[in-house]
C-alpha cells in the first residue's frame, strides 16, 4: 500500500505537469514544411522584419514597418489599400493612423471574416516583437498558407493591420466608423499580446450571448485551446481593451482574441524583442489561425449571435468543455443535495461525528487565512525588501516565476503541516468543510460571476470522495488520485496566470487557488502518512526557492532595471528641472538628480498606472522652443464663448497633452476631430493628448460659457533628451531599460494659456 500511495503521488506531480504542458503545441524548426501548413519559422522571419526599431506612430521606424506589410501582402499576389485620418477614440488621445487593408474575394454574398493585428509598437522604445508583430506575423503567415491550398472561400476574408492601437485603438476607431468594409464583417480574429511568451487565451467579445460562437469555435476544433468563461468575465472588468474592443461596442460586430500573456516583465519594453519572443507562443498562435481560418471562411457568419450564454473551460484530449447557463444552479442544487445525502450517510454508519466534523473547520480556517494573509501582503513585503522592484511598473518582475513557486511551496508546507497535526481526526470528517467553503465558493460564483462556474466540476470529484472514505477505510489511492485530476487539469494553471497576467499584487490569487485545490485532493493526502515529511519537503523548497530567488533579484544586462529621465522647462515659472519616475535612481540618472534632489511640489504629468514623477532636481537652462500659438478665433455666440487656436511646434516633438482648469466644455474639437460629450463629462482635468506626426500642429476648437475663465496648460515632449545637441546625457548602461508606460528619456516644455 505504501508503494501504490507513493507511485498515486508521482502520478499527481505528472498530472500538474500535464496541465501545463499541454496547453501549447511544442516548437520545431519547421522552415520545410509544406507550403499549404503554418510555418512558425516563416512567421518568426516575419517577426524579425517587423521588430528591427521601435516603430510607434510618428517615429521613423514605422514608415518601414507599414512599407514591409504592404510588400509582403504585395507578394501573395493581393491588392492593398491604405486607409488614414484623424481619430480621438474614447480615451481623448488624437493620432493619425494609417490603416493596411487588404481583401480576398469569396464565392458567397454572406458577411467577411476579418482577421485583425496592428502594426504599432509602443512608444517609446518597445520594438513590438510580441505586442504585435507575433500577431502581424501570424496572419501574414496564416494567409499564405490559406492562399497555397488554391481554394475559394465561400465568405470574403479581410485582411486589416491596424495602426495607432496602443495610443487608444485608433486604427480601429477609424475602419469601423469610417471604412465602407466595416459593415460587411461578421466575425473577427484578432491577435494580441501582453508578454513574450506563455500560451495564448481565446478571449471572447460579444455584447449579447456566446452559445453560437463556443459552438462554432468547438467545431474549428483547434488542437490547443486555452479558455474559459471565467477569463472573458476578469477580462471584461479590467481597462484592458483591445482593438476588438471597438468593433463590439461601435459596430455591433462580435469576434475571438487570441493573447498571451506570460514573460509580462518584457511587455512595452526594449526587451519586446525578435530573440525573447517565445517560439512556442508563437506555434500556438498558429494552431488557432489555421482551423478557425478554415472554419470560419466557410461558415455562416450571419448567425452567429445568440441570446444565451454557455459556461466553458478547456482540458487536455477533451480540448474544450462547454454547457449552458441554465444548468449552473441545478448542477449546484444536485451537489448540495449530494452533500445532505452523504452527511445522513455518513452520521447513520456513524463514519461522521458532529464533534470531529468541527474539529476539521479548524485547519481549513487555519489553511485559508495564513496563505491569504502571506498572499495578500507578498507585493508589499517583496517591494520592502528590495525597493527597485517598483519600478518595474508591470507589477511582475523578472524573477516573478520564483516567487510563484516560492509562494505556492509556502501555501503546501502551511496545508500539509497543519493537516498533520489534525491527522487524527479521520478522513471523511475532515472531508465536510471542504466541502462546505467550496460549496458556499461555487453558490458566490453561480449568482455573481456565472462564467466562473465550471469551479462545481471538480466539486464532484470531492463527493465521490467523501463517499469512497465513508464506506472504505482504506480507498485504492489511485481511485482517489483519478477523481483530483479534474481539479488538478483544470486549476493549476489558474496558479500561475493570475500573478503572471496582473502581477504579483495577485499572489493572493495564487495562495488561496493552491489552499482550495488542496482541499480538492485531500480523499487522496487525508491517507497519507507522510504528510508531516511532505511539510517539510515543502518548506525545504519554499527555502530553497526562496534562496533562488533572492540571487536572481538583482539587475544586470540579462535582467536590466527600468529607469527614467527627463528634462522640464517650465516657461511660466521660467525654470528648469531634471525629472524622474524612479523610485530608486541609478548612477545614470542618479548624476543628474544628486543629492539635492525633492519630490515635486505638484503633478508634472500623469502615465499609465497612475504613475507620477519622483524626484525632482535644479537643471542649467536651455534654449528650448515652446509651441508657437495662433488664436484663429474668439467670439461669443448666444451664452457661450468660442474659441479656435491653432498649436505649432517649433521643435522636432512627438506628443502634446493639453490639461484645463475645472471648467464645463460644451463642445471639443481636435483637429477637426469632436471629443465625445461622455469623454468630456468624465475626463478630469485632461483634454486631450496629440501623438504627433511629422511635426503637425494641433488645432483646437472650444466651446464654453462665457463667464468662464479658461486655462490651458500645454505639455509639449520630444523623446530626443538622449540625441539632442544641446545636451550631453551619457548613453543609458546596459543594466538598464527605458521605463515603459511614462514620458521617458524626453525634453517636456510647459506653457499655461489663459482666456478671460
Known sequence: MKFSRTLALLLLLFAVYWSFKSLMPPYSPDQDVELEAFSTDRALEHVKQLSMEPHAVGFPGHERVKDYIISELN???????????????????????????????????????????????????????????????????????????NRTPKNDIIILISDAEELGLNGADLFVNKHPWAKDVGLVLNFEARGSGGPSYMLIETNRGNAKLIKEFKEANPKY????????????????????????????????NFAFIDDHFDYHTALDNYERLDRNTLAHQGSYLMPLLTHFSDADLDNLKSLSDEV????????????????????????????????????KNKKLNIKEIFKGFVPVLITLLVNGLAGYFCWSIITWWYPGFKDMLHGFTYNGHLYIVVYVMFSLFVCFYTYHKYRKTSTPNLLVAPIFIWLIVCGLVAHYLKGASFFIIPLFGLLAGLLITINQEKPNPFLMVFLALPAVLIYSPFIKMFPVGLGLKMMVASTLFTTLLFFLILPFFGQLKSKGRLAYLCLFLFFTFGITSHIQSDFNEKRPKPSSLLYVYNEDKNTSQWATYDNVLIDWNGQFLGEDKKQPEAETI?????????????????????????????????????????ITPQRDVNRLEIFTNPIKLGKAKVNQIELSSHFLENRKNR??????????????????????????????????????????????????????????????????????
Open 75 to 149: 507578394k501573395m499576389g493581393l491588392t492593398t489599400t491604405v486607409q488614414d485620418g484623424y481619430t480621438a477614440g474614447d480615451w481623448g488621445n488624437l493620432s493619425k493612423a494609417t490603416n493596411i487593408l487588404a481583401r480576398i474575394e469569396g464565392s458567397g454574398d454572406g458577411k467577411a471574416l476579418l482577421l485583425l493585428s496592428h502594426y504599432d509598437s509602443n512608444p517609446h522604445s518597445s520594438f513590438g516583437a510580441s505586442d504585435a508583430g507575433s500577431g502581424v506575423a501570424t496572419i501574414l503567415e496564416g494567409i499564405r498558407a490559406f492562399l497555397s491550398e
Open 606 to 646: 500623469s502615465s499609465k498606472y497612475r504613475t507620477n514623477l519622483n524626484y525632482v532636481a535644479d537643471a542649467p537652462k536651455k534654449e528650448i522652443p515652446v509651441p508657437y500659438i495662433d488664436t484663429v478665433m474668439d467670439t461669443i455666440v448666444g451664452e457661450n464663448r468660442v474659441i479656435e487656436i491653432c
Open 225 to 256: 485551446p486555452v479558455a474559459n468563461s471565467l477569463a472573458y468575465s476578469i477580462y471584461k472588468m479590467l481597462p484592458n481593451d483591445t482593438d476588438l474592443t471597438v468593433f463590439r461596442e461601435d459596430g455591433d460586430i462580435e469576434g475571438f
Open 687 to 756: 483634454l486631450v493628448t496629440h501623438y504627433i506626426t511629422n511635426n503637425n500642429f494641433t488645432e483646437l476648437q472650444l466651446e464654453f460659457p462665457k463667464d468662464s475663465v479658461l486655462e490651458l496648460t500645454l505639455y509639449e515632449a520630444s523623446n530626443d533628451l538622449l540625441t539632442h545637441p544641446d545636451f550631453s546625457i551619457p548613453e543609458r548602461p546596459k543594466n538598464s531599460i527605458p521605463m515603459p508606460f511614462v514620458l521617458n528619456d524626453a525634453i517636456l516644455t510647459i506653457k499655461t494659456l489663459r482666456f478671460e
Open 312 to 347: 466553458y473551460y478547456n482540458l487536455p484530449l477533451y480540448h474544450m468543455v462547454s454547457y449552458p447557463f441554465e444548468w449552473i444552479w441545478p448542477m449546484f442544487g444536485f451537489a448540495v443535495l449530494a452533500f445532505v445525502l452523504l452527511l445522513f450517510f455518513g452520521f
